[in-house]
């Protein structure tokens, strides 16, 4: 039997959409506004959820707190007001699409949980659009 365990998470976060090895014309073509070299900012959501089984002592699949402090420190102080192009090192040369973010995301949150443990994430960059990444 197994059970997932949710928890809700936001960071604030600047980028732009663009590859360096286009022109200027290119990335505008591709990626229009979201190509300003001034960025722009969102309001980024996620959803982190977390499948296993219930450990039959303390009735939990993941103790919530310690959710909570992988969450803390692999995304919120990592993206969190940050310029994600600029400051976080995981989109030097990656450019920051919400698809890609998930990615980075998950990757840091799968190598601080049990293998045993599956892992799914949910990354809204609007409250419309969103993306969904389970290491699949
Ligand atoms: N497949 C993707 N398409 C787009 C992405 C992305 O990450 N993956 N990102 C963007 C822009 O960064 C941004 O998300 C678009 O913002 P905005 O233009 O404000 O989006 P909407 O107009 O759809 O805003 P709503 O408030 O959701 O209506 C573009 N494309
Ligand atoms: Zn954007």
Redesign the pocket.
Known sequence: MKVTVSRKAHFNAA?R?YRKDWSFEKNDAV????NNPNF?G?NYELIVSVTGEIDVETGYVIDMKILKEIIKIEVEDAFDHKNLNVEVPEFKDLN??????VVVIYNKMRSKLASHLELEITLF?????F?TYSGK
């Open positions: 980028h959409l990626f229009g506004k979201c722009h969102h920051p699409t919400a698809e890609n973010i960059e609007t409250p419309r659009n993306v």
